[in-house]
């Protein structure tokens, strides 16, 4: 399996933005899926995940922002982001736990889309 993000770009501060990835390939089963994010010298952090029971999970510093959903049947996650600050700038990745049709689990990322908030 293989994901591929997209959405990712130049906005001003309280603007938005919507991300999007897409998993494609040997699926039988998506379990959680989520947004990380990672600025230069910072650690990789949790921006949002939802589980295969639709419950959600955001980062304080995203709560009321941003909100995650996802598509079942097209093995999309998207995360709409709103409002945004100069601090939400990074590297947003997708992150997709799933189960292929021979029955391995794997944790699966995106190679990453940039996220710039500037005036």
């Known amino acids: 399996a293989q994901l591929a993000e997209s959405g990712g770009g130049l906005v001003q501060p309280g603007g938005s933005l919507r991300l999007s990835c897409a998993a494609s390939?040997?699926?039988?089963?998506?379990?959680?899926v989520g947004w990380y994010r990672q600025s230069p010298g910072k650690q990789r952090e949790l921006v949002a995940r939802?589980?295969?029971?639709?419950?959600?999970y955001y980062g304080d510093s995203v709560k009321g922002r941003f909100t995650i959903s996802r598509d079942y049947a097209k093995n999309t996650v998207d995360l709409q982001m709103a409002s945004l600050k100069d601090e939400d700038t990074a590297t947003y990745y997708c992150?997709?736990?799933?189960?292929?049709?021979?029955?391995?689990?794997?944790?699966?990322w995106g190679q990453g889309t940039q996220v710039t908030v500037s005036s």
């Open positions: 992150n997709q736990n799933i189960q292929t049709n021979g029955g391995v689990y794997a944790e699966y």
């Open positions: 390939g040997d699926i039988y089963y998506i379990h959680g």
């Open positions: 939802i589980t295969n029971k639709n419950n959600t």
